[in-house]
């Protein structure tokens, strides 16, 4: 049985949402709703998948943004991010306006996540990690069996998380990425949330922020 993962870029700002199923019981998540519900509800219809949560990183608009839409469309539970990031769930209305995108509904999820948590997609468990400095309630979602980190704003191809904004540490980003992401094996797959594709063992190398 093997976990599949198909990523939709979603949003001005081409955030990866993703949809990741079990292709044996056919249960499915997306991870951070950003927005153009409709389209990822699609996705999940074409494939004949069952729905079970939605999974978020943290609370930008961008990863964010489109959850109410879509619970509205087809009630699943809303996972994550850590309760750090509730200011700016609440924060969505306004956040969403002044970008410029669908203005969203305040979102508050079915569970907060820590440290440690873990979820499931059909038989495939993901460890939670919190990480924060892109946010302060920032989690990223890893599967060991599957070699993949579902990474958000964390990191990035040869980058990282902005720090810039509310509630933002760089301090707190590098030793999170350092301690905690750069132990995975080299080969772990990392899927940021914008732009390509990379692996820990990369970034070890190459990323200019983290030698």
């Given amino acids: 049985m093997a976990l599949q993962m198909q990523v939709i870029p979603v949003t001005p700002f081409q955030q990866n949402a993703t ?9 499915a998540v997306l991870t951070d709703v950003g927005g153009e519900a409709e389209r990822l509800l699609n996705a999940v219809d074409k494939h004949q998948l069952k729905l079970q949560a939605i999974w978020l990183t943290h609370g930008h608009l961008d990863h964010a943004g489109g959850v109410a839409d879509l619970i509205v469309q087809h009630t699943v539970p809303v996972l994550g991010p850590h309760q750090a990031d509730d200011y700016w769930l609440q924060a969505l209305p306004e ?3 002044n970008y410029g995108f669908p203005v969203s509904q305040p979102l508050t999820p079915t569970r907060w996540l ?14 939670v990690y919190h990480i924060p400095g892109h946010t302060p309630g920032h989690v990223v979602f890893y599967s060991q069996a599957n070699s993949l980190l579902i990474a958000g704003d964390v990191l990035f191809r040869e980058s990282i998380g902005r720090t810039d904004f509310l509630g933002g540490n760089h301090t ?3 030793r999170g990425i350092q301690s905690k992401l750069f132990t995975l094996p ?4 990392v899927l940021p949330g914008h732009g390509f594709m990379t692996t820990i063992g990369h970034e070890k190398e190459h990323n200019p922020f983290l030698r």
Avoid at 114 to 127: A, C, I, S
Avoid at 186 to 189: E, F, L, P
């Fill in 19 to 27: 949809l990741l199923w079990d292709d044996v019981s056919h249960d």
């Fill in 95 to 97: 956040v969403t306006a």
């Fill in 114 to 127: 820590q440290d440690g948590d873990k979820l499931t997609v059909g038989e495939h468990t993901f460890v």
């Fill in 172 to 174: 707190d980003l590098i």
């Fill in 186 to 189: 080299d080969d772990t797959r």
